[in-house]
Structure formats: C-alpha cells, structure tokens
C-alpha cells in the first residue's frame, strides 16, 4: 500500500447534482468494481449548499455555510468554537493592510514564478 493522500474540494455549487454536502471517492476498477485499487487516495468533494445535512456532523455543515458566507452572522449563529476563532482570525486577516499587502505579493511573485519555469 502505497501513503494515504487525501484531496479535498470545496465548491459554492453542487458538483453531481445529487444534493450531498459531501461525495467521497476511492479508485475502484470499471471492470470488477470489488476490486479496488489500494493506492491510499480518497478524494472528498464538499458541496457548500448541500441538501442532507443530517448525513454529517453539525461542525462540518457549519463551516461549509460559513465558507458560503464568511459574515459575523453566520459565525455569530455557529455554534462552534473553532468556527468562532477562524472568524475572528479572518477579520483580522482582513484588517491588516500589511497582511494584504504581503499576500498579494506572495502570489503575485508565485505567478512569475510559474510563468518562468512554463517559459
């Protein structure tokens, strides 16, 4: 068995049209769909407006929503912690002209950077 990897995407809209908030792959062959290949991948692809959400943990569907919609309201009627502080951490983020300063250069200099290595 090969390392575990774990891809994650976060989408604003539902990517299957199956109305889950969250769709989880492993590679499996067409063929013989018992036989899977152990390669240690799972992809998990979370729908920010899904439509189950007692199919998974409030705290999930709560960050999801606040993905949606990153407002004190929404943080406000969170009732997790964790949520609470990430927004508390953003606003802060957001705040800080340095922060968004250096952010923008960091990606700015990435972009160079891959243009260079193409080139």
């Known amino acids: 068995m090969l390392n575990e990897v774990l891809v994650v995407m976060i989408t604003p809209f539902d990517l299957f049209g199956y109305g889950l908030y969250r769709y989880t792959f492993q ?6 769909p018992e036989l899977k290949l152990d390669d240690g991948a799972t992809r998990i692809f979370l729908n920010t407006r899904g ?3 007692e199919l998974l943990p ?5 960050l999801l929503k606040y993905m949606q919609h990153s407002t004190d309201e929404v943080s406000g009627a969170c009732g997790s912690k964790r949520i609470q502080e990430m927004h508390r951490r953003v606003c802060q983020i957001r ?3 340095k922060t ?5 250069q ?3 200099e990435k972009i160079q ?7």
């Open 27 to 32: 590679m499996k062959c067409e063929e013989i």
């Open 51 to 53: 439509e189950h959400p």
């Open 58 to 62: 409030s705290e999930l569907i709560e």
């Open 95 to 97: 705040a800080s002209e």
């Open 100 to 104: 968004e300063v250096k952010y923008m």
């Open 106 to 108: 960091t990606w700015e």
């Open 113 to 119: 950077n891959e243009k260079a290595a193409e080139g």
